[in-house]
């Protein structure tokens, strides 16, 4: 079974750059596509960033153009650079397989803050 770590989040101001970083315990090399989720308080959890096995990228409208995903499958890594952050991508960030996550595989994700 696949177990997800995420890191890397912390308080910005506007304008700034993190980089997250998901570690999975097992083999995510046979996971088709792995993602980038985030959550705000109140608001469901959706995907920002999704990368195929073999490297092909998408991203939601609002992040296109500031957040890059990558993926090294034999580290078992996911990354996500966020740059030209704004408050509204203030929430709590996981990984996971995309479309459908794995079962009882999420993490405790990571908050990134971004001020205003």
């Known amino acids: 079974q696949v177990q997800l770590v995420e890191s890397g989040g912390g308080l910005v101001q506007a304008g700034g750059s993190l980089g997250l970083s998901c570690a999975a315990s097992?083999?995510?090399?046979?996971?088709?596509?792995m993602g980038w989720y985030r959550q705000a308080p109140g608001k469901q959890r959706d995907v920002v960033a999704a990368?195929?096995?073999?490297?092909?990228?998408n991203y939601a409208d609002s992040v296109k153009g500031r957040f890059t995903i990558s993926r090294d499958n034999a580290k078992n890594m996911v990354y996500l650079q966020m740059n030209s952050l704004k408050p509204e991508d203030t929430a709590v960030y996981y990984c996971?397989?995309?479309?459908?996550?794995?079962?009882?595989?999420w993490g405790q994700g990571t908050q990134v803050t971004v001020s205003s």
């Open positions: 996971n397989a995309v479309p459908l996550a794995i079962p009882g595989s």
């Open positions: 097992g083999n995510i090399f046979s996971i088709r596509t």
């Open positions: 990368i195929t096995r073999g490297g092909i990228t």
